[in-house]
Nanobody, 124 residues
């Protein structure tokens, strides 16, 4: 059974930076895709970014391109999300997710494993 643990959320001012971490345990010998989703109050959960740990292929939603960077380490089943130039609209609970295999990346329904979520709040 794979477990995901997120860390790194917090409160930051507009224009600031945060780095989220997602550490996976269990699930050896599996080729993972790891992703970040977020959910703001009153809104649906939305895709942010994903990385294939086997080949470092990455994909982003348009609103975070050139501001966020996803990275990962296959041997540790770990992923990070570096968030720069944060905006108030980035405020949400951020969830780490993982699944075996690759495409498709953007649908939450495709992901098997989920973390508990970490709050990111960007003040104006």
């Amino acid at each position: 059974q794979v477990q995901l643990v997120e860390s790194g959320g917090g409160l930051v001012q507009t224009g600031g930076s945060l780095r989220l971490s997602c550490a996976g345990s269990g699930g050896t010998d599996i080729s993972f895709t790891m992703a970040w989703f977020r959910q703001a109050p009153g809104k649906e959960r939305e895709f942010v970014a994903a990385i294939s740990l086997s080949n470092d292929y990455t994909v982003y939603t348009d609103s975070v391109k050139r501001r966020f960077t996803i990275s990962g380490e296959n041997a540790k089943n770990t992923a990070w999300l570096q968030m720069n130039s944060l905006k108030p609209e980035d405020t949400a609970v951020y969830y780490c997710a993982a699944k075996n295999g690759g495409f498709p990346y953007r649908s939450s329904k495709e992901y098997t494993y989920w973390g508990q979520g970490t709050q990111v709040t960007v003040s104006s």
